[in-house]
């Protein structure tokens, strides 16, 4: 099974809610990671959790969140976001940090008004 | 800084049309090369992984080649069909600056015409 799953797969939210995104899986990776699409653009990185710690943030603005309650689990905390912060959210894992087949989700599209 | 780049942006090609896709790096020191295949609004699917001590990997009517020394890889369809259409994203591990970040190329959005 390599299978990413992410919930919800859609997200309308206004700027004052607060919202998570969830990622799942069980393949037994120790290594997984929350990205950013725009339209028409390729994922950009945002956070690295590496053997359950956050080992990579790519300065990402605080009303981001993230959270690794345990190896198969990773979530995005969601706060006062701007609409600018539309977009599709991809999560991936992999079996170790480096040089390892990563495996992404299907995403999360989020909607800020 | 490693930079990834793709060509041709886009393709469109008529049905059992063999086809190639580019992807160059500027930075020889990876610990591989990725290609993905995104459907509109979806996830990335893997499609190839090639280490980069690998010249190629194959997959059914795919083929991935990696040239590390110049920098370049390509992406072989073999008679194309409608449902190869999407975007073709390759993406690489460099050995530096953070081996776990992955530098995408902006992508080819392939559509085979019927």
């Known amino acids: 099974d390599t299978e990413v799953t992410q919930t919800p797969k859609h997200l309308v939210m206004g700027m004052t809610n607060k919202k998570s995104l969830k990622c799942e899986q069980h393949?037994?990776?120790?290594?997984m990671y929350w990205y950013k699409q725009k339209a028409k653009k390729p994922p950009e990185l945002m956070f690295v959790y590496s053997y359950e710690k956050l080992s990579i943030n790519e300065s990402v603005p605080s009303r981001f969140s993230p959270e690794c309650p345990n190896s198969s689990l990773l979530n995005l905390h969601l706060h006062a976001l701007q609409p600018e912060d539309s977009a599709l959210y991809l999560c991936?894992?992999?079996?170790?940090?480096?040089?390892?087949?990563?495996?992404f989700g299907q995403g999360t599209r989020l909607t800020v008004v | 800084k490693q930079e990834v780049t793709q060509i041709p942006a886009a393709l469109s090609v008529p049905e059992g049309e063999n086809l190639v896709l580019n992807c160059s790096f500027t930075?020889?020191?990876?610990?591989?090369l990725q290609w993905f295949r995104q459907d509109p609004g979806k996830g990335l699917t893997s499609l190839l992984l090639?280490?980069?001590?690998?010249r190629e990997q194959t997959s059914g009517r795919l083929n991935a080649s990696l040239d590390k020394s110049s920098g370049r890889s390509t992406l072989y369809i073999a008679a194309s069909q409608p449902g190869d259409s999407a975007t073709y994203l390759c993406a690489v591990s460099p050995l530096q600056g953070g081996s776990e970040k992955l530098v995408f190329g902006k992508g080819t959005k392939l559509t085979v015409n019927p």
């Open positions: 393949m037994g990776h120790r290594a």
């Open positions: 090639i280490q980069s001590s690998q």
């Open positions: 930075d020889s020191a990876i610990y591989n």
């Open positions: 991936a894992s992999s079996q170790y940090p480096a040089n390892t087949e990563a495996f």
